[in-house]
Nanobody
């Protein structure tokens, strides 16, 4: 079973920065893409940023130029989200997500969508 564990959330004043980290553990033969979603109260979960296994990135328009998603060259099962110039509208629970190749062994494996438990980011207005 694959698990994603996030860290780094908290309360920060507008204009400040936070760095989220997510580490995947379990039986993992590969990760197709990994990144972050968020869900604000009363709203649907939305994509924030993703990075593929080839390094291609995709960002929500609302965070372009402020947030950066990156992998860890020393730990392929880790993903970061650097958040700068935070705004009150960035307040949400942030969820790590990954498409993970997992299974009994590499010859009996499949891709699964895996989610973290979420970490709260609060930017007071």
């Amino acid at each position: 079973q694959v698990q994603l564990v996030e860290s780094g959330g908290g309360l920060v004043q507008a204009g400040g920065s936070l760095r989220l980290s997510c580490l995947a553990s379990g039986t993992i033969f590969g990760i197709n893409q990994k990144g972050w979603y968020r869900q604000a109260p009363g709203k649907e979960r939305e994509l924030v940023a993703m990075i593929s296994s080839t390094g291609d990135t995709n960002y929500a328009d609302s965070v372009k130029g402020r947030f950066t998603v990156s992998g860890d060259p020393n730990a392929k099962n880790r993903v970061f989200l650097q958040m700068n110039s935070l705004k009150p509208e960035d307040t949400a629970v942030y969820y790590c997500h990954a498409e993970v190749l997992t299974g009994v062994d590499v010859f009996d494996s499949r891709y699964e969508d895996v989610w973290g438990q979420g970490t709260q980011v609060t930017v007071p207005s």
